[in-house]
């Protein structure tokens, strides 16, 4: 969870145990998602800047991740724990 302007942007669930991530709270533009490595697992352009959007993901490893995106001029960073079953 983090706070922007006052806005609090969430993403969740926190550990991910589907395929399914929703980013809420805040507008959300160009969502980023990279593992440990720095590598690129998932790539969004959203359009419309919404404040809710959910993700259905594939990652290839279990363990933490970064989700980036933007929302206005600000870039937001949040770990992720993504665990398969």
Known sequence: ????DGEVARVYPNP???DRLTLAGVSIAD???TD???RVVDY???EQHPKQV???LH????GMHVV???????TIHQKVYFIHP
């Open 1 to 4: 969870v983090g706070s922007l």
């Open 16 to 18: 991910c145990t589907t």
């Open 31 to 33: 969502i980023r998602i």
């Open 36 to 38: 440990v490595l720095g």
């Open 44 to 46: 969004e352009v959203v």
């Open 54 to 56: 959910t993700l259905s």
């Open 59 to 62: 990652p290839q490893s279990s």
């Open 68 to 74: 980036q995106y933007q929302s206005g001029n600000h």
